[in-house]
Every structure is written in C-alpha cells, then in structure tokens.
C-alpha cells in the first residue's frame, strides 16, 4: 500500500512538474510586435540612415524588455507603402505600431484601425502631452480625439538667394517681414540681364497662394467642415498678392531650371531640404553656384511669418492585443529624448519634443555637417516657425477641395481673370460639392 501510494506520488509529481514547465515554456515565448514603416524619408529627400534610429530603437527597446522581440518588414518604399498598409488590413494583420501616412490618416481613423490614444496618454503618469510641440501634437488628432503621436517635424521656409540679392544691392530681409517687402524686392530682381528682350532673373518660385493665405490670418477649414469660404477677403488677397507677384513676370513662366540656375530670388523649402541641401555630400549636387539661406515667410499686415508645419505620425494598431507593449514602443519611438535626438543626428527634420529640438545638442548636431563659417538656423527661431506653423487637415474632403482651389487659382492667374468674380463663382462649386458629400 505503501509502495503504491508512493508511486501515485511520484505521478502526481511529475504531472505536476510536467505542468509548471509547459507554463514556463508558454509564458517564456517572446512576445512578437509588429511595426510597419517604409524605407527612405519621408519629405521625399535622400537618406543613407533610414533603418538606424529604428534598429537603435528596436534595440534599447528589447533590451529592456527581454522576452518582446519588435519585427518589421525592410525595403518597402514610400510609394509602396500605403498599398501594403492597406493590403494588411484586408488580411487583418495591422501591425501593432505603426508609421501613418497623411494620405492614410483619415481613412485610417474613420474606419477604426487606428486606436484612440486619449485613454493612454492620460492613465500613463510619466507621459506629458506638453513636451510636444502642440503643432506638432495636433497632426494626430482627429475629430478631437488623438491617434498618432509625432515623430518628426518638418516646417516649411523661404528659401532666398543671398548672392542675387547681394548682387542687386539689397539687404537680407528681416524676420518679420511683410508682403510689401517682398514684392518690392521681387520688382527689382526682375528684369532683363542679357538685352534680349525676355527676362530671365526672376522674384520668386512655387510660391502660392496657400503661403500667402496662412500669413494674412486666412483659414478655410473650422469646426464646421462645410464652412469653407473663398470669397472670404483673406482668401481674396491671398489670391490677388499671387497675381501681383505673377504680373511682375510679365507673362513668362518661371522653372525650377531658373531657381537652380541662381536666376530666382525666393522659393518655399520643407527644413528637410533645407538640411540635404546644406550638408555634405548633397550640397555639392544642388544650389552650387549662389549662396543661400533660410528664413521666416512675408506677413500681411494682419497676419503673421509663420508656413505650414507637418509632422511623421506613428499610431498603435486598433486590434492590437498587446496594448500595454505597443504604447511602450510608440513612447520609446516618440518620447525618449535619445532617440529623439537621433533625428537631428541622422534624419532631416525636427524632433517633435520641444526639449530635445531646443538643445545646445540639438544645435550641435545640426552645425556638424555645414561648412566652416556655414551657420545654421537659429533653435530658437526654428521652434518659433513650428510652435507657431499651420497644420492642414489631413481629411480627404480637404484635400479634394484644396486642389480644386488650386486649379481655379492657377486659371485665374494664366487667363489673367478677375479675382473676385472666379472666386464667387468657384465658391458655388465647391458649395455644391460639400452638399453632395453630406
């Protein structure tokens, strides 16, 4: 009896041991997340270090949590990307974390794929949403609710041909700026330099009346998205400053050859441009011949020198069954000073926490690259241009509409039409059109 109860013991321990270790071998396996990003930049610039900051992330991040392993598909492009984020979808395999397009934005939170980070942010005690930049921040949000959280940060700037202007005798222009001041120079670069009765040295490039709008307190889109007006008198004398500008050149057009040429005085630039262009080894590619620099966009007088700012999202897949390891890893990707940092040191933007972008590091990585003597732009006019940038929705009714705009705008210029009449009528269409989609 003896005998047999010892040997049920035995049984009993080793089903017992049997047990823990298939608990232990379930338990031990590594939790796989998965986190969907493209290859290269994307302000569409060139970049040799676009899996460094991630791989650098990935590894602090498994570091500290050893049994996560963070997986990614390499060499999907750009271009490719929302193909493949949509191509996941449909076999229903988001990723848990992952990059958001602005093309993508919308459709993405409308149909729930992307999860409400309100609840997150606001439970988690070491995160402050004010170490952003608001602008920055808001580029997440969507129907008041936040989805995504910034990355990286881009604004857009005026780019100016310092050696042209030296050339016509003419000061750099100052921070505050206005519209006057730029139409002014424009008058006096362009003209005629080889008497051959075309010009050929020009004002400006790609400059348009979406620049003009945002610097003369202009705004299309509120809180009421069919209240877009373009007969408002902000929208018109945006439009009618493009046309003055326009009529300077007398008909002719002006190319991106002739800004590369050195032959055109301004021209907006995304600071990731900025940044390619005025290092190595992408400075001896482009804009060789003249010197330039970067500066704040012209105000009208009731508005202010402020440009569009735009930001690289990355939000955590809605089904997600790893809520609490997915908002870790979107924090370590958004929120770790060091790897913030890393996108000064390897990328072309701006960090989005305002700490790290406003450092004496930060602006030491930035001076690295630059020639001798080659100042950058100061941190502190840099996180001005941001705090203070626009942020257009990225809704896709908005984007429809804009380009609508933008095609009236440009036949208006081209048959030289009356501005407010077009606009009058244009604002009957678009009117039409935002009823259509109700």
């Keep these: 009896m003896k005998k047999m109860r010892f040997i049920l013991s035995g049984i009993t321990g080793l089903l017992l041991l049997s047990a823990c270790l298939f608990l232990y071998n ?23 270090n676009s899996f460094k ?36 979808l449909l076999e229903g395999k988001t ?64 780019f100016v041909n310092k050696s042209l202007l ?71 004398n945006a439009v009618k400053y493009i046309k003055r500008l326009n009529d300077i050149n007398q008909g002719q057009s002006v190319t991106q050859e002739d800004f590369n040429a050195g032959r055109v005085a301004f021209m907006p630039l995304t600071f990731a441009e900025y940044r390619t262009y005025k290092t190595y080894p992408y400075r001896i590619k482009k804009y060789t011949k003249f010197q330039w620099d970067c500066i704040t966009f012209p105000a009208d007088k009731e508005g202010g020198n402020i440009s569009k700012v735009d930001a690289l999202l990355i939000g955590i897949g809605s089904k997600t069954r790893h809520e609490a390891l997915a908002w870790e890893f979107l924090k370590q990707l958004t929120y770790t000073g060091e790897m913030q940092m890393d996108v000064y040191r390897y990328s072309q933007g701006v960090p989005a926490l305002r700490a790290v972008a406003s450092s004496q590091e930060g602006v030491d990585c930035l001076q690295e690259d630059m020639d001798e003597g080659e100042q950058v732009i100061s941190s502190t006019l840099l996180c001005h241009v941001i705090e203070n940038g626009i942020i257009e929705p990225k809704l896709l009714q908005y984007q429809q509409v804009m380009n609508l705009a933008d095609g009236e705008v440009s036949k208006i210029l081209q048959e030289n039409k009356n501005v407010d009449s077009s606009m009058k009528i244009f604002q009957r269409t678009v009117s039409k059109y935002l009823q259509q989609q109700k």
């Excluded at 590894?59 to 990307?81: C, Q, T």
């Excluded at 848990?96 to 992307?114: A, E, P, R, W």
């Design 26 to 48: 379930k338990n031990s396996r590594p939790v796989i997340l998965e986190f969907g990003m493209f290859t290269g930049s994307n302000w569409d610039v060139a970049s040799a």
């Design 166 to 236: 030296a050339k016509e005798g003419i000061d750099m222009p100052k921070e505050d700026w206005t519209w006057e001041d730029m139409a002014e120079i424009c008058q006096r670069v362009t003209k005629d330099t080889d008497q051959d009765g075309l010009l050929d040295q020009f004002g400006t490039y790609n400059y348009s009346w979406r620049d003009a709008l945002y610097t003369c307190g202009g705004k299309l889109y509120g809180n009421n998205q069919a209240q877009i007006s373009f007969t408002d008198s902000r929208v018109l």
């Design 53 to 88: 900051i991630f791989d650098r992330a990935i590894a602090d991040f498994e570091k500290n949590h050893p049994n996560v392993k963070i997986h990614y598909y390499s060499g999907i492009a750009k271009e490719d990307y929302s193909e493949w984020c949509a191509g996941k």
């Design 95 to 158: 990723p848990d974390v992952f990059m958001v397009l602005d093309s993508d934005f919308d459709k993405f939170t409308s149909l729930g794929v992307m999860k409400n980070l309100d609840d997150l942010m606001s439970s988690d005690g070491s995160f402050h949403k004010e170490d952003f930049f608001a602008t920055a921040l808001d580029t997440g949000r969507n129907g008041g609710h936040q989805y995504a959280l910034p990355y990286e940060v881009v604004p857009t700037l005026m």
